[in-house]
Every structure is written in C-alpha cells, then in structure tokens.
C-alpha cells in the first residue's frame, strides 16, 4: 500500500514534526485537565496526520490515557481545542463539547470491553446497526477476516482467549471507518509471550485498512517498534515528539534518554572542544557542536553498549570499579562505579565474565555522537 | 473487588466528578429518595403537633425493656452465632455442610410464627404442658414475657451472624495467620491479633441486622406480652393516643439512629479489609475437634431442634387438626387471601424495581456526594421499624383525606380526589419504602458488575447515554433487577405491623389472616397460610443465595 511506504520514507533526518505534505487529521492544541488539585494534561499540543501511527509513551500516571479519553470525548477538557479535520470535537471557552458518540473516533480499550451479552459478530456490528442488513452483514464479514476470525463469530467473549478478544475489539472500533483509531495499552492484558506476536498482528491490520491511530503504551520496546512517530509524556506534559529512532538516539531531556533504555550520565567539564569526565579525556569528535564556555558542567549520556570495561591493574590507574553483574543470557551488563561516583553501565559478551568489585577502565566504544545535558 | 479495582478506585472517583453528573438521574433519584424518606417527616409533624408537655408520655420502663431486649438478643446471637460459624468453616465438625444449612433455615421462619409455635408447644395450655401434666409436673417456665421473647428472637435472628460470620471466614486468607506464626507468634495469638480483627467487621454487620430486628419486631412481643416500644405504639395507636404514639415512634427511630451510628463504628474500618489469593480452607489449617467433637455436635444439633424442630413439629400437628378446627372457627380461610397477598407484592416488586434503577445507577456510577445522600437515603426505610412507618403513613393519609375534606368544605363542591388512608396504593407505597433497599441493593451490585467503559465503548460506537443503557447496561444488570424484586416480592408476602396497619377493609391476607386466628385459638386454620408463608420465605433465601455467586 502506497502509505505504508511514505510512513518511514520520510526525506528530512532532522524532521521531528509531521510529514510536511501529509494532511493533518487530529490537532490538540493546549489541553489541559485537572481533577482538583492535581494536574493530569498540562498545555499539550500536537497533531496527527494522516495514515501515521502515533505512539504516545509514558510511565503510568504520566496523563496519556486522560489524553486519550478527552480526544475520545469521554472526558472534557478544561482548556486547549481539539479539532478532528474540519470540526472542532472541544473547546471548553466556546463551550463546545462534541458528545463521544459524534467523535467518529474509535478506541480499544486496554481491557477491552467487549459487550458480554453479544457475541463475536455482533458485537463487531454493534456501531454499524444503522446500515443495511446487508451491508452490515459484508463489512462484519470483512473484519472478521481482517482479523482472523472468521470462524468465531458466534462464540461469546468469555469463550475467546485474550489474544482473540483482542482482535475483536479492534474489528469492533473499525468497523464504522472511524477518523482516528485509538488504542489503550492495547497489548497490557496479554500474555508477555503473545505481545510480541499480537503487536505485529495489530501493527498489520492498522496497516491494511490505512486507519490513522493513536497508540498509548508504558512500554518503550512496543513504542519503538510499532510507532512512526512516538509521543513522550511525563507529568502530563509532552516531552518530545518525532520518529523513534530520533527519539532514542537524540533525547532532548534527561527524563525521555533515562526512559528510554538504560541510560547512564557520566559528569563532564567541558575543556576546548573536548570533555574531562572520569573515564578519561572524550574528544570532539563524540561532540559535534558543542559550543560552551571551558569549565562548563555536563551530563554525557553514555548507554551500555556505548562502553566497555577492561581490568585495571591497580586502584591508582583505574577509572572506577565494577558494583554489579547483570547476566542477561547473551550479554552481561557491569555496573560501573567511577572514582567521582558516577554509576554506568557497559555491556559485554557473555564470555567476557569479570569478577564484581575489580577495579576497572572504561572505554566509550560508541560510533555515534553522545548527547549530553547541561546541568 | 480484586486489588487492581480498589487501585483503580480514586481514580475513578476523580473521573467522575460532580460535573458530568446527569441532571435527569439526579432529580429523578432525589425524588425517590424524599419520597422514601416522608414518612419520617410525618411522625415529627405530629410530634410537633402534639398538645401538651411530650416528656410526661415517655415511659421510662418500656424505653429500658426495648434497649435491654437489643442487648440480651444482639448478645446471645453473636454468642451463638460465631461459634457456629467458626465451627462450620474451621473445624472437622461432621456433617458439616449439613449443619451450614440447617444453622441458616430459620431466617426462613417469619420470627411472629416462632413465637406462635412456641405459644402452642410452650404455653400454659401447650403441647408440652399437656405430656407433662400426667408426670405430675404442671409448672414449666413460662414462656411469655422477657425471656421468651429474647429467646425466640434470638432463635430466629442469630443466623444472620452467622451467615456474615461464614462470609468473614470464608474469605479470609489463611496465610496471614502462617505469616503471623512464621513471625513467632502463637496460634492463639495469631487468632486475637490477626483472625478476629478481620472477623469484627463481619460479626458486626451481622449483629446490626440482629439489633435492628429486635428493636423493630412488632409480632413476637405482642404474642408473647412483652411491653416494648412496637408494642406500646400498637397500643396507644388502637387506643386513639396517637400523639403519644407519634412520640414513642420517635423514641424508636432515636434508638436505632444510636444502633446504626454504633455499627458504622464498629463495622466500616476498612482497613481490615485484606483479601488473599488463595482459598482459605486447605485442609492442613482446619482445626481438629478432638474430644470437644461431641460436645460440639451436642450445640448444633440443640439449636437447630430449637429453632427447627419445634415450630415444624407444631405446624404439623396443627395441620393434623386442621380439619376438625377450621369447622369450629368462624375464621374461614379462602384462597383468595393468598390471592391477594401475592397482589400487593408483586405490585410492591414491580414499583420497587423500576425506583431501584435510577438510584442504584447513580450510586454505582458517579462518586459524589449527592448520589451517596440519595442512596444512603433509601436505605432508611430498611431501618425504619414497620410499624413506625405504618403509623407515619396513617398520619398522611388521615391529614391528606382532613385537607382534602376542608378543601371540598371551602370550595364547596365534591372533591375529585381520591382517598389515600386503607387503601392499596398506601399499602404498596409502604412496603416500597421498607424493601426498596433489597431492590437497590440488588440493582447496585449488578451494575457495579457492568464495566463502565462498556457503555463508553457504546457511546464509541455511537449510542446516546441513553442508549448505551438500554442497549449494553440493561441486558447486563437484568438478572440484577429481577433478583431484587424478587426479594422484595418475598419479603412483602410475610410483612406483618404495616400491614395490619394500612390494611384496607376487607383487605385480607395470608398475613392478617394468620393474625385474626392467634386470638381465636383454632391455630389448625393457621397451618396452611403458614406453610405458605415459610415456603416463601425459604424462596428468597435461595434468591439471596444465588446472588451471591
């Protein structure tokens, strides 16, 4: 499908916002919610264009899903607009509220709420009862087989595996050809061994009917992988927006680097163009542009694979000792105590074993640049 | 509610604040609430209407027979209900789902008919006095008075200790107490400082319904000549003192105000409130009997003889001179006395249905203040003694027909509305504000059980609030509903002082049938009314029963 090729094709490295020539379907614009004193969404702003799938990632209470349900009408906003194309779906200082069932947006719900006294099909048919019998009987027909079940649709939910129920609440919000799809931790209520299968599973259906999709989830590996562009949230605010691997690679804030992966921060003074931190020396080439005054403190964001460890043979020349041993099957992951007490990690072949409390140097292996926060 | 829905549950308050909530529902809800709770307005008018210093018309002695009767019941049903409980739960007791169900069955007998059989077997002219005169014996304890009405009511209110008693033990986890021991604590111990706190909450809410019974019963103290307050009130009613009744009533409804405040003490900490994954009764922590497994067995098997044995021996004597009885009384009974109880009841489960709805839906659905007042507010009938609310509704319907008469009087012309005391829509309206609570009850836990983001995905899906209720809520809390009325189809057939209150003339039930008889002394007439009225009451045992699944 044409779409599905402009989803990662996109030209500019840097593009951290939306395809330029892509239509923008959803744009929230400063929402905010509150429940008494606590503040859920603070001023977030975003849009969504056409045919892309948004992940928006966060630990929980971080106010994604608050999001999700204010774009869904479920819950009001009590400032910012939402707009879906052309309509404004809230705009809480006109005093506009569009009631959910006029959204046009679908939601799978995280567990996903699947009428228990209908079964499969008619559950599936259950927004389009407005259409002819005939029609209706089609498109159910369709998104059965869309989503493998054809064969279930007389069974109830409680005879469907999780897995199944699933696929059916999918079929079901799809079925009326909503605007924007939204899914709520869609995968939390599976097992871990059918995640992976099921993200894929629902990364293709998405693809095939070309629906535009909000995906919220606390879990980065399913962010990174089923997103083409991905939300951060914390603290009810939007941290950063672009496509995962720019998201990884270049976090714009302490909070998105250690949210995604394991991130370590080593201290750096900055001397000429090159960076003092207890490892040693880091020279220019790992920091393009870096313009500060010499003396200036940074935090050089270092993850495991960026580094590697090698026995010291004394105290005195050592830049730390190691704290920890993760076996992790193929790797081991050190913990690094440095002289100044910063805590890294470095990870390492699993045949590389090293005894815990060994004075060791560290080496950055990385063929990238570093990114680094100033203090 | 699993561990993830209390996690769960200050958020869903937070989402669901006064803001969203719907208008209708609310002014709908509120209506059946102050229609719930007139009644009461109507006894302190009178109170207040009342002539004269009120304070000379309490009576000190009746008011302290009333509260020692609470305590000596509440008491010896707590002490026979626990042990009981523990008994059937923890214990290697044999026969022990046998004695569970036995130890439960006489919530089954109408408290008014127990007495009555006791009458009969224990009085000075009973069954029992009778063998026992040949022997040379012919004096036995009497049962009228104090005693005898602290034991039947004990016998046939203990059970609900016991059933919540069971449900405390039923759903506690064992491993708490191996946690407490692995700590080093003893298993006596571990049973005061670990078991029975988690047990108050049980035992007192069960207590609660014990209290409230025994404060509130009219039949039992009447039968057996006991001067409580429900007696008293029946008295100063039938004796055109009804200021004086007025006054007692609110003496009554003080009383159980202090009960409720007592147990919401007691009974509503939380925080005791663990429940474990796992099933409480593995066989390695049951108690071993021993050499107190006969006396233990000696225990049941008494109290069920007493609570059981007796009154079903009774009606079944009764039923052998049935025949020859009913020639003698002009009391003849006629079908159409169950005809017409089973009448008001279905009309009182159907109306109680339908109230039930908007404020159990309310309550389930949006935390706030409002919606907890209105439903709190209906429960106040449960509490409300019936013959206080008998006598509340006669003062509206007594004043509404004066006012209407003055209106007619003023205007001068024949009024056209019609009059409300001894008739059916009053009796029905009385017993919607006693068993309204059973229905919402009912009604409320069914729609806690509907996920709200069902009806959220309906809306989705393009319903209107009002039509993802009826499409996706409704389907879904019908048996809730039904189960409910049915309870309170149930618990009308055996109603007794507001109905003999608000009986219309002519109006017979098998209840006020059953009535009339006890003072003509053909009791043989009474045994098929009572059967009937047993067999119904062992119905909504089975409805209760199975809503607990």
């Known amino acids: 499908m044409s779409r599905t090729t402009h989803r990662r094709s996109d030209a500019s490295p840097t593009a951290d916002s939306a395809d330029a020539d892509a239509e923008t379907v959803l744009a929230l614009s400063g929402i905010t919610k509150t429940y008494g004193p606590e503040t859920a969404v603070d001023d977030l702003s975003m849009s969504v264009v056409d045919g892309e799938i948004l992940a928006l990632l966060g630990p929980s209470g971080c106010g994604k899903t608050t999001t999700l349900r204010m774009i869904a009408g479920l819950e009001r906003a009590d400032a910012g607009t939402i707009t879906l194309g052309d309509r404004t779906l809230a705009d809480p200082d006109a005093g506009a509220f569009v009631p959910p069932e006029e959204h046009d947006?679908?939601?799978?719900?995280?567990?996903?709420?699947?009428?228990?006294?209908?079964?499969?099909?008619?559950?599936?048919?259950?927004?389009?009862?407005?259409?002819?019998?005939?029609?209706?009987?089609?498109?159910?027909?369709?998104?059965?087989?869309?989503?493998?079940?054809?064969?279930?649709?007389?069974?109830?939910?409680?005879?469907?595996?999780?897995?199944?129920?699933?696929?059916?609440?999918?079929?079901r919000s799809l079925a009326p050809e909503p605007d924007v799809l939204l899914l709520d931790e869609p995968l939390s209520n599976l097992d871990v061994a059918l995640r992976v299968s099921m993200r894929e599973e629902m990364r293709r259906i998405i693809d095939e009917t070309g629906v535009t999709a909000i995906w919220?989830?606390?879990?980065?590996?399913?962010?990174?992988?089923?997103?083409?562009?991905?939300?951060?949230?914390?603290?009810?605010?939007?941290?950063?927006?672009?496509?995962?691997?720019?998201?990884?690679?270049?976090?714009?804030?302490?909070?998105?680097?250690?949210?995604?992966?394991?991130?370590?921060?080593?201290?750096?003074?900055?001397?000429?163009?090159?960076?003092?931190t207890d490892i040693g020396r880091l020279d220019a080439a790992h920091f393009p542009g870096l313009d500060l005054p010499d003396g200036t403190t940074i935090d050089v964001l270092v993850r495991p694979d960026d580094l590697q460890a090698r026995p010291a043979a004394d105290e005195a020349t050592a830049d730390g000792r190691l704290t920890q041993r993760q076996y992790q099957g193929p790797s081991f992951v050190y913990r690094v105590e440095t002289t100044e007490g910063d805590s890294i990690h470095c990870m390492h072949n699993h045949t590389e074993l090293f005894d815990v409390g060994r004075p060791v140097t560290v080496d950055v292996v990385a063929d990238h640049p570093l990114q680094w926060f100033e203090r | 509610m699993s561990a993830l829905d209390r996690l769960a549950a200050p958020f869903a308050h937070a989402r669901s604040g006064d803001s969203d909530l719907p208008t209708g529902l609310v002014l709908l809800s509120g209506a059946i609430a102050a229609a719930v709770l007139s009644p009461i307005a109507w006894?302190?008018?009178?109170?207040?209407?009342?002539?004269?210093?009120?304070?000379?018309?309490?009576?000190?002695?009746?008011?302290?027979?009333?509260?020692?009767?609470?305590?000596?019941?509440?008491?010896?049903?707590?002490?026979?209900?626990?042990p009981l409980a523990f008994l059937t739960v923890r214990t290697d007791l044999p026969f022990r789902r046998f004695w569970t169900i036995a130890v439960a069955l006489p919530l089954v007998?109408?408290?008014?008919?127990?007495?009555?059989?006791?009458?009969?077997?224990?009085?000075?002219?009973?069954?029992?006095?009778?063998?026992?005169?040949?022997?040379?014996?012919?004096?036995?304890?009497?049962?009228?008075?104090?005693?005898?009405?602290?034991?039947?009511?004990?016998?046939?209110?203990?059970?609900?200790?016991?059933?919540?008693?069971?449900?405390?033990?039923?759903?506690?986890?064992?491993?708490?107490?191996?946690?407490?021991?692995?700590?080093?604590?003893?298993?006596?111990?571990?049973?005061?400082?670990?078991?029975?706190?988690?047990?108050?909450?049980?035992?007192?809410?069960?207590?609660?319904?014990?209290?409230?019974?025994?404060?509130?019963?009219?039949?039992?103290?009447?039968?057996?000549?006991?001067?409580?307050?429900?007696?008293?009130?029946w008295v100063d009613f039938n004796g055109f003192g009804r200021e004086t009744a007025a006054m007692l009533?609110?003496?009554?409804?003080?009383?159980?105000?202090?009960?409720?405040?007592?147990?919401?003490?007691?009974?509503?900490?939380?925080?005791?409130?663990?429940?474990?994954?796992?099933?409480?009764?593995?066989?390695?922590?049951?108690?071993?009997?021993?050499?107190?497994?006969?006396?233990?067995?000696?225990?049941?098997?008494?109290?069920?003889?007493?609570?059981?044995?007796?009154?079903l021996a009774v009606l079944f004597v009764w039923f052998r001179r049935g025949a020859s009885d009913v020639g003698r009384t002009r009391l003849v009974f006629e079908w159409s006395y169950a005809t017409n109880s089973v009448l008001v009841s279905v009309a009182a489960a159907v109306v109680c249905a339908l109230a039930a709805i908007p404020v159990a839906y309310l309550a389930a659905r949006h935390r706030s203040t409002i919606a907890e007042v209105i439903d709190r507010a209906?429960?106040?009938?449960?509490?409300?003694?019936?013959?206080?609310?008998?006598?509340?509704?006669?003062?509206f319907g007594v004043s509404y027909g004066a006012a209407v008469d003055d209106l007619s009087s003023?205007?001068?012309?024949?009024?056209?509305?019609?009059?409300?005391?001894?008739?059916?829509?009053?009796?029905?309206?009385?017993?919607?504000?006693?068993?309204?609570?059973?229905?919402?009850?009912?009604?409320?836990?069914?729609?806690?059980?509907?996920?709200?983001?069902?009806?959220?995905?309906?809306?989705?899906?393009?319903?209107?609030?009002?039509?993802?209720?009826?499409?996706?809520?409704?389907?879904?809390?019908?048996?809730?509903?039904?189960?409910?009325?049915?309870?309170?189809?149930?618990?009308?057939?055996?109603?007794?002082?507001?109905?003999?209150?608000?009986?219309?003339?002519?109006?017979?039930?098998?209840?006020?049938?059953?009535?009339?008889?006890?003072?003509?002394?053909?009791?043989?007439?009474?045994?098929?009314?009572?059967?009937?009225?047993?067999?119904?009451?062992?119905?909504?045992m089975v409805v209760i029963l199975s809503q607990e699944k």
């Open chain 1, 105 to 171: 947006i679908g939601l799978v719900f995280q567990d996903f709420a699947l009428f228990p006294h209908l079964n499969a099909a008619e559950n599936v048919a259950f927004g389009i009862d407005d259409r002819p019998a005939e029609e209706r009987e089609a498109r159910v027909a369709q998104l059965l087989e869309l989503v493998g079940l054809d064969d279930h649709a007389e069974h109830y939910p409680e005879e469907l595996s999780g897995g199944q129920k699933q696929r059916i609440a999918l079929a």
């Open chain 1, 216 to 276: 919220v989830t606390h879990d980065q590996e399913e962010a990174l992988s089923i997103a083409d562009r991905v939300g951060v949230m914390n603290d009810g605010r939007l941290q950063q927006i672009g496509r995962p691997e720019r998201i990884f690679e270049r976090p714009t804030s302490r909070f998105v680097a250690s949210f995604l992966g394991q991130a370590g921060f080593l201290t750096g003074r900055v001397d000429g163009d090159a960076v003092e």
């Open chain 2, 43 to 82: 006894i302190l008018l009178r109170v207040f209407e009342a002539e004269g210093d009120v304070s000379l018309v309490t009576q000190p002695s009746t008011f302290a027979t009333s509260i020692a009767l609470v305590a000596v019941v509440t008491g010896a049903s707590v002490v026979i209900g626990v």
């Open chain 2, 109 to 233: 007998i109408p408290s008014y008919l127990g007495a009555f059989t006791y009458i009969s077997a224990f009085g000075p002219s009973g069954y029992i006095a009778g063998v026992l005169a040949p022997l040379g014996i012919d004096s036995v304890p009497s049962v009228y008075g104090f005693g005898g009405v602290a034991l039947v009511l004990t016998l046939y209110t203990f059970p609900y200790v016991f059933i919540t008693t069971r449900a405390s033990l039923l759903s506690f986890d064992e491993s708490l107490v191996e946690a407490a021991r692995t700590l080093g604590v003893s298993r006596l111990e571990a049973f005061r400082r670990v078991t029975l706190p988690q047990l108050v909450p049980g035992i007192a809410s069960g207590a609660l319904l014990v209290a409230l019974y025994a404060l509130s019963d009219f039949g039992t103290p009447n039968l057996l000549r006991l001067e409580v307050l429900t007696q008293a009130i």
């Open chain 2, 249 to 311: 009533s609110l003496q009554l409804l003080t009383i159980t105000a202090v009960i409720l405040a007592v147990q919401s003490r007691v009974g509503d900490s939380t925080q005791g409130a663990y429940v474990g994954t796992r099933a409480s009764t593995s066989s390695d922590t049951t108690v071993a009997l021993g050499r107190w497994k006969a006396p233990a067995l000696a225990f049941c098997a008494t109290v069920v003889t007493m609570c059981l044995v007796v009154p």
């Open chain 2, 378 to 395: 209906t429960y106040i009938g449960y509490a409300m003694p019936g013959i206080v609310l008998g006598l509340a509704l006669v003062f």
């Open chain 2, 410 to 540: 003023v205007v001068g012309i024949a009024s056209y509305l019609p009059a409300l005391y001894q008739t059916l829509p009053l009796l029905i309206f009385a017993y919607v504000v006693r068993f309204l609570p059973q229905s919402v009850g009912a009604t409320r836990s069914s729609v806690m059980r509907v996920d709200r983001e069902l009806t959220e995905a309906a809306r989705l899906l393009g319903q209107s609030s009002l039509g993802a209720f009826r499409r996706v809520a409704l389907p879904l809390i019908a048996p809730g509903v039904l189960a409910g009325a049915a309870l309170v189809f149930l618990t009308t057939m055996k109603e007794l002082p507001a109905t003999l209150l608000l009986q219309p003339t002519g109006f017979d039930t098998l209840v006020t049938y059953i009535w009339a008889v006890r003072e003509s002394g053909s009791y043989g007439a009474a045994a098929i009314p009572a059967f009937v009225l047993i067999v119904v009451s062992a119905l909504s």
